[in-house]
């Protein structure tokens, strides 16, 4: 993989997911080459790493919000990705969910798991009591959706 900037290339190192830049590269252009490579291993078909690896590539993918977003990593029988999909927007503190429309979501494109995806534009990863009651529904909701089959 090659990607050039104004001002340096990335080039693939010899070993696997390892890179080399050449040339000065700026704050801007480093996170535009994570977020490219975040992109690259959250795509449709590829199988999904460890959570860990997963995490950094959300994290890397929703540093800049400047809102809440709440999504979905939607995944087959395999772990394959099927989508990854931004379904809510909210303000600086909040984003509105509704359990109905999750479901919906995952069952239009035929998921066999759900991964879901929220940031804190506040930079604090301690998830609220908002945040908690709605994991909560949301995993009763979908629980009931998958063990009918």
Sequence with gaps: MTCYTPQAQLVAGENPGTYRVDGDVTDAQLLHLAKMIAHKRLRKG???????????????????????????????T????????????????????????????????????????????????EPSDADRRITQRLKEALARIFHQT
């Design 46 to 76: 590829n199988k999904l790493g460890s959570p860990d690896e997963v995490h950094r590539c959300l994290q890397t993918l929703l540093l800049d919000y400047p809102y809440e977003v709440f999504g979905t990593l939607l995944l087959d």
């Design 78 to 125: 395999q772990h394959r990705l099927i989508a990854f999909d931004e379904l809510f927007r909210g303000t600086i503190d909040s984003a509105s969910v509704y359990p109905r429309e999750v479901i919906k979501h995952a069952i239009a494109h035929n998921a066999a798991a759900v991964i879901l995806v929220h940031n804190h534009p506040s930079g604090d990863p």
